[in-house]
């Protein structure tokens, strides 16, 4: 909004024309989304706690430690995540650019559903929320939305081609077929971050590290010139997702304060669902679907353990793992939650720089 209010003032006023540039308008949503995160922060906090006296209900086939120590702890806490973000975004970005509505719009879809599950485990004071198939329809709904518009505002033939990394050139045509590859990619993201959030800091931290990582990707991309000298693929109108990066970079550095060891908040499925489905969009957006693998490897390796846990038990009888998702594997054997929390970021960080690497090695 500052954006299109204040840069056709700039032959009046010189210093306007500082909100022509991205890099400083993403960082003025750091800072926006992270101030709002800590004014709003505690009274949210207070409000949610108020509300869910028992807290969060806690699975009874999880680790011990966790009725222990997370009993009370209020959820629901993504919906500052989605406030803080929402404002700053708006506040920054320029308000034409289409793709910055699509992720917006998809995020708080997500969040939306994520909300429902959040509430129905709170009323039904059960860790089973929206029933599976309901909760993936909806999913599935706001991904093919989000796809479909993106097809609409991505000039052809990119519009529905896959981006190989590594490889200079290389597009496959997916034609109608990246449809449903656009809705898995979002539904995707957004469950593998969900199944990610099990310990204080676990998840946000990575989330942090990726929309850092989208914040270079998506201003690579959407400028011609850093485009054609890296060979990546440029998607004009891309760089504005920067901003979002930078307004989530914000808003998860802001939830963190409160969700650091011992957290005072969970952000819930509204949190992980939501932060999820937004980096889901924004790789289909910039291409760069493949390398969201590569970035988000630590929530690619929690979806795997569970899928590998739940394969091996159907057909075999047997675990590979003490429980999934992975970090509760290690739980199980002794380790302690700080350990686990600090040694999966850095994880995060090494497999985040290996999917930066791709913008290079080509």
């Known amino acids: 909004m500052l954006y299109n209010v204040l840069v056709p003032l700039t032959d009046d006023f010189g210093p306007f024309n500082l909100f022509r540039y991205l890099t400083f308008r993403s960082a003025g949503a750091v800072v926006t989304a992270l101030v709002i995160s800590f004014v709003l922060g505690p009274s ?51 308000l034409r650019n289409g793709y910055v509505w699509v992720v917006l719009c998809v995020t708080l879809g997500f969040g939306v ?13 059960n860790h089973k929320g929206l029933p599976g198939r309901l909760k993936l329809v909806a999913q599935c709904a706001i991904g093919l939305a989000g796809t479909i518009w993106v097809m609409y505002l991505t000039r052809e033939p990119l519009s529905t081609q896959l981006a190989v ?84 970079v914000g808003a998860s550095l802001g939830f963190l304060w409160f969700n650091a060891p011992p957290a005072m908040v969970f952000m819930g499925d509204t949190g992980s669902l939501s ?18 693998i590569m970035i988000g490897g630590l929530f690619v390796l929690e979806t795997v353990s569970v899928i590998v846990q739940v394969l091996s038990f159907k057909l075999t009888g047997k675990r590979v793992f003490r429980m999934a ?17 600090i040694r999966f970021w850095i994880i995060a960080s090494i497999l985040a720089l290996a999917g930066l ?3 290079k090695l080509r």
């Open 44 to 94: 949210l906090i207070r409000w949610l706690k108020a509300r869910q006296p028992h807290g969060q209900p806690i699975r009874a086939d999880g680790p011990e430690s966790h009725l222990l120590r997370k009993k009370g702890t209020p959820t629901m806490g993504g919906s500052l995540i989605l406030i803080a973000l929402a404002i700053s975004t708006l506040l920054w970005a320029d």
């Open 113 to 125: 559903v994520g909300f429902g599950d959040d509430y129905l485990k709170l009323t039904r004071r």
């Open 165 to 248: 990394p590594f490889l200079k050139t290389a597009l496959v045509d997916l034609g109608w077929l990246f449809l449903p590859f656009g809705v898995l990619v979002m539904t995707g993201a957004s469950n593998a971050v969900n199944l990610t959030d099990g310990l204080d800091g676990l998840a946000i931290v990575p989330v942090m590290i990726a929309a850092g990582c989208f914040a270079l990707i998506t201003y690579l991309a959407g400028n011609a010139i850093f485009a054609n000298y890296l060979q990546i693929h440029h998607v004009p109108g891309a760089g504005e997702l920067a901003v979002f990066c930078g307004a989530l």
């Open 275 to 292: 932060v999820g489905g937004a980096l889901g969009a924004m790789s289909v957006i910039t291409k760069h679907e493949i390398v969201l």
């Open 325 to 341: 998702p992975l970090h509760h594997h290690f739980e199980k054997k002794g380790w302690a939650e700080p350990t686990i929390v």
């Open 357 to 359: 690497s791709t913008l």
